[in-house]
């Protein structure tokens, strides 16, 4: 099959390029302008564009017979004018006009643990957007819902790496209000295989998956295996929710800051599957518990 995607260049999207390169599918990636060509081999072709240009998008898609949609961002940058609603929710509206007018029926598409309308976070609000418009449009659509993912994937940020960032940085291990808030770390691998072999799944046409792993762990349990990974002597700090609140309102916009105000409210709310069991009752996958690769923080 031939599959279009979108996001293929970054941290989850390169581990879902390989799962497809290996179960013989065809890729035809999306590329930003400027940006670095992937080293795979396999039926791998590169297009640039981006999500903001139907016309470019409907070039791309020419010939293909599916649709992978990753795109997604965690930190906005409105002084360029990067929102999570455009690239959420206008950016899919984009790849689905794009499709109708290409003819291509099939879509993939990556949601968030915790979309829904009435969401707090922008974040989660402007995936439920995508994901509406997603079941509005007559494509034949599987959506996946993944928690916090783990293990080597591509470029770019994702929640181990950055969370290990703030550790290196500080001068304590800093770990926000109790520490008690309950995650389901999904293994990249299993986020990237759940996506190919959906392809080849109709039964999962017009279904919703969330993606967690076999494991809940509490916020605290993942720094502390971050520290041991990093083999840090640094003493641990617990900083009040109410005082990281006041400082995300004066430094959250800062692209220095480890914490935007939506990371800190999906953080304060925990992200946990209600059927943790459907997505491995449907596909071929083994549940990988949670750990730290070391090579995921050797940058």
């Known amino acids: 099959m031939k599959v279009f995607v979108t996001g293929g260049t970054g941290y989850v999207g390169q581990p879902v390029v390989r799962a497809l390169l290996k179960h013989g599918h065809a890729v035809r990636l999306l590329r930003r302008r400027g940006g670095r060509p992937m080293e795979l081999s396999g039926s791998l072709q590169e297009v640039e564009g981006d999500l903001s240009n139907i016309s470019t998008l409907c070039s791309g898609m020419q010939g293909v017979d599916a649709i992978i949609h990753l795109v997604g961002i965690i930190r906005e940058d409105k002084r360029r004018g990067v929102t999570m609603h455009g690239i959420h929710a206008d950016g899919t509206a984009h790849v689905i006009e794009a499709a109708r007018q290409v003819g291509i029926s099939r879509i993939i598409h990556m949601s968030a643990l915790g979309a829904r309308p009435s969401a707090t976070s922008t974040y989660h609000r402007s995936k439920w957007e995508a994901e509406t418009l997603i079941r509005q449009s007559g494509m034949s659509y599987t959506v996946f819902r993944p928690s916090i993912v783990f293990g080597a994937g591509g470029p770019g940020p994702n929640f181990i790496t950055e969370l290990a960032a703030a550790i290196r940085k500080a001068p304590f291990v800093p770990i926000i209000g109790d520490g008690s808030s309950l995650l389901q770390p999904v293994h990249i691998n299993t986020v990237a ?107």
């Open 193 to 299: 295989s759940v996506f190919a072999q959906a392809l080849e799944k109709d039964e999962t046409i017009g279904e919703t998956f969330e993606v967690g792993g076999p494991e809940v762990v509490m916020y605290e349990e993942i720094v502390e295996k971050i520290t041991d990974r990093l083999n840090t002597r640094k003493p641990t700090v617990h900083i009040p929710l109410a005082v990281m609140e006041q400082l995300v309102k004066v430094l959250g916009w800062m692209p220095a800051f480890p914490l935007t105000a939506d990371q800190l409210t999906m953080l304060r709310e925990g992200n946990v599957c209600s059927a943790p069991n459907r997505l491995y009752d449907t596909f071929d996958v083994a549940p990988i518990p949670f750990s730290i690769p070391p090579e995921q923080l050797s940058t």
